[in-house]
């Protein structure tokens, strides 16, 4: 795959020094969650931008009016990665 962006492959929150002192300054239990924005910052850096290409080259998000009987449902059919990626962990 081509570079997505400059940003592509990067850790987020390492990168963001303006956000960790923010957060250092104003949440008290800051240091004790510093492996999990590391984490948090590797995963956007890396998967985010990787599914996100996936859906804006192959698999936009396709909004489904009716069910096969002519009921309104109105839902948004998602690839997985796009859903795996919008899951809570």
């Known amino acids: 795959?081509?570079?997505i962006s400059y940003a592509y492959g990067t850790n987020h929150f390492t990168r963001d020094t303006v956000l960790q002192d923010v957060l250092?300054?104003?949440w008290?239990?800051?240091p004790q969650h510093?492996?999990?924005l590391e984490k948090f910052g590797a995963y956007a850096g890396r998967e985010v931008y990787?599914?996100?290409y996936h859906v804006d080259h192959d698999a936009p998000p396709t909004?489904?009016?009716h069910d096969?009987?002519?009921r309104r449902i109105d839902r948004v059919r998602l690839s997985p990665p796009h859903r795996q990626v919008l899951q809570p962990s």
């Open 1 to 3: 795959m081509n570079p």
């Open 34 to 36: 510093v492996d999990e």
């Open 50 to 52: 990787e599914t996100v």
């Open 24 to 26: 250092r300054r104003f």
């Open 63 to 65: 909004l489904i009016h």
């Open 28 to 30: 008290p239990t800051y």
């Open 68 to 70: 096969l009987d002519g």
